[in-house]
C-alpha cells in the first residue's frame, strides 16, 4: 500500500545502511525505486555524481535534490523514462516543510520511505524532520547504541574536541567538527565535565 514512511534514528543508527537495504528488497522483488538525497550533504560527491553510502560499507548512485526542487515534478519527470513505484530519501532531515508535502501528494499513488535524523545537536526538530512526524503515515525509530550501551538520541556535536549546544543547526562533519551519539546522561556527564575542566584551567587548578 502506498504510504509515507519516516524511519528516524541518531546518528550511527545505520539509517543509510537500512534506506540501501529497502532499496535492494524493492528492487528484487521488482520494483522500480528512486533514490534521493538532499544536496546539502556533499560528503559523498563522487566525481560530480552523489553517492549514497553507508558506514557498513553498501553505496549507491542517486539524484541529489536541491532547497527548491520540486519533488512532484522531478518524479513526474522521471516516470518518462522508467516506471518507479517506490521513492527513497536518504538524510531526509534537510528536505523543506514544501518538499515533505510534496512527498505526502506522492505518497497517496507511491509508496515513499525517508530516512534521516530526527533532531539536531541542540536537540530539537529538523524542518524536514518535524513536517514528518506531522504527516508521516508510519514513524519507526531505528536505535543508536551509546557509548555506555545505552540507547543514543542526542547527536551531539563536537567543534575541536568540545561539546557544542551553540550554531547552526546543519553543519556537516568535517574538519574539526565531529558528532556522537549519546544517552542524555552521558551528554550531561561529558558537558559538567568539560565545565569543571574549564573552571579549572581559569583558576589554574590541576
Ligand atoms: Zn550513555
Known amino acids: ?22 532499496k535492494f528488497n524493492y528492487e528484487e522483488r521488482g520494483f522500480k525505486v528512486l533514490l534521493l538525497k538532499p544536496e546539502i550533504d556533499d560528503r559523498d560527491l563522487v566525481g560530480g555524481n552523489i553517492v549514497v553510502r553507508s558506514r557498513i560499507g553498501l553505496s549507491s ?7 527548491y526542487t520540486d519533488l512532484v515534478a522531478l518524479f513526474n ?8 513505484r517506490v521513492i527513497v530519501i536518504d538524510e531526509c532531515q534537510f528536505l523543506t516543510k514544501e518538499q515533505v508535502e510534496q512527498l505526502k501528494e506522492l505518497s497517496t499513488d507511491y509508496t515513499v520511505l525517508c530516512y534521516g535524523l530526527l533532531t539536531d545537536f541542540k536537540t530539537e526538530l529538523f524542518e524536514g524532520s518535524k513536517r514528518l512526524v506531522e504527516l508521516a503515515d508510519s514513524l519507526q525509530e531505528i536505535k543508536s547504541i551509546c557509548k555506555c550501551g545505552k540507547k543514543a538520541n542526542i ?49 589554574g587548578v590541576d
Not at 524511519?7 to 545505520?14: H, R
Not at 548512485?61 to 532547497?67: D, L, M, N, V, W
Not at 561539546?163 to 574538519?175: C, L, M, Y
Open 155 to 203: 547527536n551531539v556535536r563536537f567543534v575541536s574536541g568540545k561539546i557544542t549546544t551553540d550554531g547552526d543547526s546543519v553543519a556537516i562533519e568535517k574538519g574539526n567538527i565531529t558528532y556522537e551519539p549519546m544517552c542524555y546522561a552521558c551528554f550531561l556527564e561529558e558537558k559538567k565535565k568539560q565545565e569543571a575542566d574549564y573552571c579549572c584551567n581559569l583558576h
Open 61 to 67: 548512485p542517486c539524484i541529489a535534490i536541491g532547497k
Open 1 to 22: 500500500m502506498a504510504k509515507l514512511y519516516f524511519k528516524y534514528g541518531a546518528m550511527g543508527s545505520s539509517k543509510t545502511a537500512n534506506a540501501l537495504i529497502c
Open 77 to 84: 519527470n522521471e516516470r518518462k523514462t522508467c516506471d518507479y
